[in-house]
């Protein structure tokens, strides 16, 4: 058995971190569900616009989406929702028959509207409606300012993904806002069965320190950070609070490792898909990683519940001047700012494909 079986079998769903249009007319997600355990993916607007501009897959739809007045955000959303709903249509069986807990894809509202609840809230459920699809996530980033907009949303019986997560804490005031928002459901009396996963992103710890640690300690500080995240995982589930609302039919919200292809090229390619091995979470990872793991991967352990190591591990980034508070906060501005930056980048390349495919119909049809 591969070890991306192994990996299902534990009990940890593989998604894939990526979405093209390519992926879908040429069967390759097709196959990465029959053959490697794919049962999901997620996107972002990084990967759109590397997408976009890098391939000629979405020039017809831009040219007749650009000749029927649309343009920016619009013309975009257009655009990821045709490639989305058509993925979570591959992955709808795997939604159906695990109940609704695998099978999901999902979409980010736009990083602009971060600072401004009403306007997220009402953007994901906009753009959930348009999919019309149960397996389709709204990622909202975990910022102070993105919880009040994941608790309004999980009110409003949306599904979300929460994103741009790097620590313990962070982590748990998501899970905080889930279970406030699914509380608030079961009180006016609505259905409590709402979906929501919560993204830890691992592998930009290990970069963010790599000059700044001794060698024994480089590509650990990611992993040890995950271990204790899991070990919080593991106690909100356990928790009454949580119990008194999984008794109404509510589902868990779902730890999931985000960033999790090796950074270092001295490292192995597997390094964080084999130590993030653990029951009841979810492992979104590039192609070249999932390739990598199918190929040479092994699951030899799982993750355990009480952090393991976790702390004497980052006692040891302590004494080596790691303030691990003080990275997560600015890794997760580093991330809001690198979504920020993609988004404009999406919409330049979009304007500029737009202007040139318009151009060269003019001069086809002259």
């Known amino acids: 058995m591969k070890a991306t079986g192994q990996l299902h079998d534990l009990g940890q769903s593989l998604w894939l971190d990526n979405i093209t249009r390519g992926l879908l007319t040429s069967g390759t997600l097709r196959r990465y569900i029959d053959e490697d355990s794919v049962t999901g993916l997620t996107s972002n607007p990084t990967i759109f616009d590397k997408a976009v501009k890098d391939a000629g897959f979405y020039d017809d739809a831009i040219r007749q989406k650009t000749a029927a007045g649309k343009s920016g955000e619009a013309l975009f959303f257009e655009l990821a929702l045709e490639d989305l709903t058509r993925a979570a249509d591959l992955f ?91 509380e608030r459901r079961i009180a006016a009396g609505l259905d409590s069965k709402v979906g929501s996963v919560a993204s ?49 039919g509510a589902q868990s919200q779902r730890l999931l490792w985000a960033s999790t292809s090796t950074k270092d090229p001295d490292a192995s390619d597997t390094l964080y898909v084999e130590a993030l091995a653990a029951p009841d979470t979810i492992n979104t990872i590039p192609e070249k990683t999932l390739l990598a793991f199918a190929d040479h991967g092994n699951v030899s352990g799982e993750l355990p519940a009480d952090g393991g190591d976790a702390e004497a591990l980052l006692a040891e980034f302590a004494r080596a001047g790691v303030d691990d508070a003080a990275v997560a906060a600015e890794l997760q501005r580093e991330g809001t700012h690198s979504f920020d930056k993609s988004w404009k980048d999406l919409m330049d390349c979009i304007a500029s494909k737009s202007v040139m495919l318009a151009k060269a119909a003019r001069a086809k049809g002259k």
């Open 92 to 182: 709808r069986p795997v939604h159906d028959a695990t109940g609704g807990i695998d099978g999901w894809v999902s979409l980010e509202v736009s990083p602009l509207l971060a600072d401004d609840t009403a306007a997220t809230m009402k953007a994901a459920v906009e753009l959930h409606g348009r999919a019309k699809r149960p397996n389709l996530f709204i990622k909202i980033p975990g910022t102070r300012k993105g919880i009040p907009a994941i608790e309004e949303t999980i009110f409003a019986g949306v599904p979300v993904n929460v994103t741009l997560l790097f620590s313990r804490e962070q982590y748990v005031a998501a899970a905080e806002a889930y279970m406030r928002g699914i």
């Open 200 to 248: 830890i992103f691992v592998s930009r710890w290990d970069v963010a320190v790599k000059d700044k640690v001794p060698a024994p300690l480089r590509n650990r500080l990611g992993i040890a950070i995950a271990k204790r995240t899991y070990k919080a995982y593991r106690e909100v589930l356990a928790s009454s609070r949580w119990r008194t609302i999984a008794d109404t």
